[in-house]
């Protein structure tokens, strides 16, 4: 990546690396990151939804055929996403 970096600025291409995740994982309502991170973290992946740590769409309440447009994005404030972004930032 550096390399490319560093060709692309040769020809004046400016490159921004854009560091957004999707709420983190399909665990958390969105997608990306394996479950095992956040066990890694101590959450019981099983637990999240009914404790109200994430909404997800595949285990959503009546139905996932149910689940609001576009409700996803709030769990980006919830705990298990805000957690894992926080570990992962603060390093």
């Known amino acids: 990546l ?4 560093i060709i692309s600025g040769k020809y004046g291409i400016y490159i921004y690396v854009d560091p957004h995740q999707d709420v983190w994982s ?3 309502g969105g997608c ?3 479950a095992w991170t956040l066990e890694l ?3 019981d992946v099983k637990n ?3 404790t109200g ?3 997800c769409q595949q285990t959503y309440e009546p139905s996932p055929e149910d689940f609001p447009l576009m409700l996803w994005p709030t769990n980006l404030y919830k705990l ?3 957690t894992m972004f926080t570990l992962f930032w603060s390093g």
């Open 80 to 82: 298990a996403c805000a």
């Open 2 to 5: 550096k390399q490319v970096c």
């Open 41 to 43: 973290a101590g959450f």
């Open 48 to 50: 999240l939804p009914e």
């Open 53 to 55: 740590a994430c909404v």
């Open 26 to 28: 399909r665990f958390t």
């Open 32 to 34: 990306g990151a394996p």
